[in-house]
C-alpha cells in the first residue's frame, strides 16, 4: 500500500491574481533518544513539520465572477484584463499600416520619377 501524505493548498491573492501553491507536510522524527529529547526541550514537542512544495502550482488572472455557476449577472470585471483576440486585431491592424506605408511611399516614388524632366539630347538624331 502506498504510505499516507499530507497535503496543504495555498491560495493567495496579490497582483489582481490568485496565486496556487501546492505543499507537503513533511514531519521529521528523531533518530534516537538523544535527539528526541533535544527537540522537545527546544520546540516543546518531539517530532518537527515542515512544507516542502510538490506542485502543481499555477496562477489564475480573474477576468469576470458570475453570480451564478457560469452565467447570471457580473459581480466582479477585471477592468485591466485585455483579451487574446483583442491583442491579435492590434497586432494585425499594425501590419496592415505597414502595408498602406509601403503602397504610399511606392506612389511617391513614382511621382517623383514622373517629376523628373530629362533635357532633349541634341546628339540624339546622328546615328540614328
Known amino acids: 500500500a502506498k504510505p499516507f501524505v499530507d497535503r496543504v493548498m495555498s491560495f493567495v491573492?496579490?497582483?489582481?491574481?490568485?496565486?496556487?501553491?501546492?505543499?507537503?507536510?513533511?514531519?521529521?522524527?528523531?533518530?534516537?533518544?538523544?535527539?528526541?529529547?533535544?527537540?522537545?526541550?527546544?520546540?516543546?514537542?518531539?517530532?518537527?513539520?515542515?512544507l516542502v512544495e510538490i506542485g502543481p502550482r499555477?496562477?489564475?488572472n480573474t477576468i469576470r465572477i458570475f453570480k451564478g455557476s457560469?452565467?447570471?449577472?457580473?459581480?466582479?470585471?477585471?477592468?485591466?484584463?485585455?483579451?487574446?483576440?483583442?491583442?491579435?486585431?492590434?497586432?494585425?491592424?499594425s501590419k496592415g499600416s505597414v502595408y498602406i506605408d509601403r503602397k504610399r511611399s511606392r506612389e511617391k516614388a513614382k511621382e517623383r520619377k514622373e517629376m523628373i524632366v530629362v533635357p532633349v539630347d541634341p546628339l540624339a538624331s546622328v546615328f540614328s
Open 13 to 50: 491573492y496579490a497582483d489582481n491574481r490568485i496565486w496556487v501553491r501546492n505543499y507537503q507536510i513533511l514531519e521529521s522524527q528523531p533518530e534516537n533518544a538523544k535527539e528526541a529529547h533535544e527537540a522537545k526541550k527546544d520546540e516543546g514537542r518531539a517530532s518537527t513539520s515542515s
Open 58 to 60: 499555477f496562477v489564475l
Open 70 to 93: 457560469f452565467g447570471g449577472p457580473t459581480l466582479y470585471q477585471n477592468p485591466e484584463f485585455v483579451s487574446p483576440n483583442t491583442i491579435r486585431s492590434l497586432e494585425k491592424r
